[in-house]
């Protein structure tokens, strides 16, 4: 049965892990990219760095691949992969 929800389900259900964790680690990665204290001139351009790349990523990862996905996957029929013998939609219901 083709799901055409399926998605904007995906996305929902993913959208908030992939913001906290990026959150977490760019909050993590700022006071090397501020550089204070010892040998901060050395580490500075390494969490500069980090912090980009964190937010290409993640910016990548929520509007750039569904793009790609829904065009190279989104028209092909779902079927389900569970092995629930109880879930009539899954392939493997009655074997």
Not at 49 to 54: E, K
Not at 63 to 90: C, M, N
């Amino acid at each position: 049965m083709l799901n055409t929800n399926i998605g904007l389900e995906a996305a929902k259900n993913r959208l908030r892990p992939i913001l906290m964790t990026s959150i977490a680690m760019i909050a993590g990665m700022i006071p090397m990219a501020i550089g204070f204290g010892e040998g901060a001139e050395q580490t500075a351009p390494l969490g500069i760095a980090v912090i980009g790349g964190l937010l290409f990523s993640t910016v990548t990862t929520l509007f750039v691949l569904p793009v790609i996905y829904s065009r190279v996957i989104g028209s092909k029929q779902y079927v389900s992969a569970s092995l629930d013998p109880d879930d009539e939609t899954s392939k493997n219901f009655g074997q």
